[in-house]
């Protein structure tokens, strides 16, 4: 095991699920990753290997036949998978979202329908709040539901839906303003519905379409999608917790735990760059020594494993925070901050230590740098990280005069 990225204090049951883990992205997921990646095709077989291992039920209580871990663990399986390959860890981290929110705020009824079979991965979970005019403004929501009888229906069209087309069950967010009168602020008039359908592109039900997977720079292999709705009928059963106007907030719920995921990504990521700079570091000779020799390569591996360092470290303590039931989007938010910049950071670095073969589609950092981009956007910019940050410092250290 390597010295960097170590948690301390983890039980026997936590480190052996880490183990098995890695094992399995070292023999299962980093010699096809890069082949899979430049084909854009889905990796069907890892997936496969992750349910077996009981990863989609991770977080999920154990009367519903999961795990019943914390978000520590999960979050530190994530940093091993996206070690492995980025893409993968994203396809668990919506499914991982939509099971917590259910347990978190589902009706009963809700919890047992759904969270049994998402544990086994045969429901897959995606969530759904962007459109194509808005990310990270949430309150601009412009889809609709209108309520007709004992069902809604559900118009409007959103965007950037990861596991868009396997996915077979979806929590989007919408308006309804059914029981808020004129007036309401706009995140009090917003419901979050569970949206039931088959996996694919096209009209996967009445009402619902897939249109088809969004090309991309990178995080490939992953499908990312539009979702338009055009008079989707949704029975009242399936608004989350089974009351109207708490969408918004079971949705940043969800995200403040999403962003632990994405600084988790970030660690994974930022892991493997350095393994494959401080390798190729130690292969490549100029000059008539290793170019691990040279002075302004070690001082470039010095800053990478630093930053490797400091960035799981404020990802464990951003994870470890939420587990013992207090606040952590001040701690999240550092940490989602940290963690993807640093992972550009090191990313970049690993890259120019590799020169020219950096540049060459058969080097793995050739991949991981098409990459890293993704996690300075995904779960809010960084921009927006930082006004979430500084409005809780703000919050924490009031002028008092």
């Given amino acids: 095991m390597a010295r960097l990225a170590q948690t301390h204090g983890l039980t026997d049951v936590q480190q052996e699920i880490l183990s098995t883990v890695r094992d399995f992205v070292d023999k299962e997921i980093i010699p096809v990753a890069t082949q899979l990646e430049h084909r854009d095709e889905y990796p069907q077989d890892i997936v496969d290997g992750l349910k077996e291992l009981g990863v989609f039920g991770l977080m999920i209580p154990e009367e519903y036949g999961g795990l019943g871990e914390s978000l520590l663990t999960y979050a530190l399986c994530v940093e091993e998978i996206a070690r492995g390959w980025m893409s993968v860890s994203g396809i668990i981290n919506t499914h991982f979202i939509v099971a917590y929110m259910l347990k978190q705020h589902g009706t009963q009824e809700q919890k047992d329908t759904f969270l049994p079979r998402m544990a086994a991965g045969e429901v897959r979970g995606a969530f759904s709040m962007s459109e194509p005019a808005l ?6 929501i412009t889809s609709k539901a209108v309520k007709d009888g004992d069902e809604y229906v559900l118009n409007g069209q959103k965007m950037w839906l990861t596991n868009g087309g396997t996915s077979t069950l979806v929590a989007v967010l919408v308006r309804s303003d059914e029981g808020h009168p004129e007036g309401t602020a706009p995140h009090k008039s917003m419901t979050t519905f569970l949206v039931e359908k088959e996996p694919g592109f096209g009209e996967v039900r009445p009402g619902l379409t897939i249109p088809g997977k969004i090309d991309k720079m990178g995080y490939k292999g992953v499908d990312t999608t539009e979702l338009i709705m055009d008079g989707l009928r949704i029975p009242a059963n399936r608004v989350l917790g089974g009351v109207t106007g708490r969408g918004f907030y079971q949705m940043m719920d969800g995200v403040e735990v999403g962003r632990v995921n994405v600084a988790a990504r970030g660690c994974g990521v930022a892991q493997r760059a350095f393994e494959l700079g401080v390798s190729y570091a130690q292969q490549r000779h100029t000059f008539g020594k290793p170019i691990a020799q040279h002075q302004a390569i070690q001082f470039k591996l010095a ?31 550092m940490a989602k901050y940290l963690a993807s910049e640093y992972c550009k950071e090191v990313v970049e670095d690993a890259f120019r230590i590799h020169g020219g073969y950096g540049f060459s589609k058969e080097y793995e950092i050739e991949r991981l740098y098409r990459e890293a981009p ?9 921009e927006i990280q930082k006004m979430i940050i500084g409005r809780r410092l703000l919050e924490e250290y009031r002028f008092q005069g």
Avoid: F, P, Q, Y
């Avoid at 990310?135 to 601009?140: E, F, I, M, N």
């Fill in 303 to 333: 800053e990478m494993a630093t930053k490797v360092e400091a960035a799981h470290a404020m990802m464990v303590n951003a994870a470890r925070k939420k587990d013992s039931g207090e606040r952590n989007d001040l701690e999240a938010g």
């Fill in 374 to 382: 993704m996690l300075l956007i995904g779960e809010g910019t960084a």
């Fill in 135 to 140: 990310g990270s403004d949430v309150s601009a």
